[in-house]
């Protein structure tokens, strides 16, 4: 057998063996799995929310992590077409600006929204309470940055204070 030959045939029966590996590997991931193997493969940066609402089109596309204040669920920004997030399937919530301390003003600047099934396991939330979310500046629509959480979690919680 000559060498051309002798490698033609060593390099069939390789990709042969090979596609036969693949085929024989288990494919029985959930959804679930699939999708925290996708989340963690993800790359996020730590951004200040007030870079992000100053450089929208930087942010454009990219993964970001924010910590701040919980403000309060809203419905801002939902069923907006150009950046459309339907009502139905997600809200959206706003965070204080970290650069007022002695007032509480919403940072209404960056729309973030929430799947709504997500939400609801937080309704309980008051303003001031510490979270952290994760997700994707998917629009700069009207100049401002829009991003959709994929990752939404309490640090920690105020005391409930009672009037009396």
């Known amino acids: 057998m000559n060498k051309i030959t002798y490698l033609i045939l060593t390099l069939v029966l390789a990709a042969g063996l090979n596609t036969y590996a693949i085929a024989q590997a288990p494919v029985n991931n959930t959804a679930a799995q699939i999708q925290a193997q996708t989340q963690a493969a993800k790359t996020y940066i730590s951004v200040n929310p007030l870079d992000v609402v100053a450089r929208p089109n930087f942010y454009l596309n990219k993964n970001i992590k924010i910590k ?21 399937k997600y809200i959206s919530f706003l965070i204080q600006r970290p650069d007022v301390t002695d007032h509480n003003i919403p940072l209404s600047e960056l729309k973030i929204f929430l799947d709504r099934t997500e939400a609801e396991k937080h309704i309980d939330l008051n303003s001031g309470d510490i979270i952290e979310f994760t997700g994707k500046v998917f629009s700069n629509a009207l100049g401002d940055p829009w991003m959709e959480v994929d990752k939404f979690t309490v640090i920690s919680t105020k005391p409930k204070s009672e009037d009396k």
């Open 68 to 88: 701040g204040k919980f403000d309060k669920f809203s419905t801002l920004g939902l069923d907006y077409a150009p950046a459309m997030k339907s009502s139905e």
